[in-house]
């Protein structure tokens, strides 16, 4: 069985799940695991396909071609990928963050993340309110590893100590999801 990474970004409109999926669906393409989402006017979708064997990369990319004209995506890639099992992870916790809107925020907090061997599950954020000092809202699905929960809550609170946002982590509660 082949599997492929498909991504497609372009201005939100109606059709464009059921076209991408039309032309999968011609190389008898399943799709495993998806994201997608609407950022900023824009639609994006993340997916992995499986085919069968016989279908190549550049099967998977004309058929999406066909299916896609005329949308106006402004981005398609297929790669190919293997499937890894044991590199998938689960998240077990949630962190949010919240503050004032200023550069910086996303990198500080993931950064921590990344020197403390966290691995990031999913990350979303928003920026909301009016006037001078929106807000902006953060929240991280995150899989601990090795760290501690409290270990990671003390270097959270220096994160954001230093970038003037509240920090909450937490498990993440299995029937939320």
Known sequence: MGHFAVSAIGRDRPGIVASITRGLLAVDGNVEDSRMTIVGGHF???????????????AVEASLAQAIEGLGLEAVTVAEVST?????????????????????????VSSELADAGVNIVDLQTQLGGTGESPLYVMMLEVQLGRISAAELDDRLGSVASNAAVEVELRPLEAEAL
């Open 44 to 58: 994006a979708v993340m997916l992995i396909v499986s085919t069968p064997e016989d279908r190549t990369q550049n």
């Open 84 to 108: 890894d099992s044991e590199a998938s992870q689960e998240a077990d916790h949630v962190i949010t963050v919240y503050g004032s809107d200023h550069p910086g925020i996303v990198h500080a």
